[in-house]
């Protein structure tokens, strides 16, 4: 799992703090705008949801985690926040 993720993204996610370039590469990724101050006030089930979602990221694509694992955005978002992955 932990490594599944980190391939993806690289490391671990701090959503918390506005990021421009973190919204770009989700918003390409899931073909809607996602707003920078938006994705850092956002629950963050709501937030570890949009990465297990998103089919790419910094121009690399990939199987999203919720196929990969065969589960629901909500449990693989719930995963994502208790193994720290998504912040």
Wanted: overall charge positive; some cysteine; charged content about 20%.
């Amino acid at each position: 799992m932990i490594e599944a993720t980190l391939m993806r993204f690289g490391a671990r996610i701090d959503g918390t703090l506005p990021c421009e370039e973190l919204a770009y590469f989700l918003s390409n990724s899931l073909r809607r705008k996602i707003d920078a101050f938006q994705l850092a006030r956002m629950p963050q089930e709501q937030r570890a949801g949009i990465f297990a979602e998103a089919t790419s990221f910094r121009g690399r694509f990939f199987t999203p985690l919720t196929q990969y694992f065969g589960v629901s955005k909500g449990a693989m978002s719930i995963r994502l926040l208790e193994l720290g992955l998504i912040i």
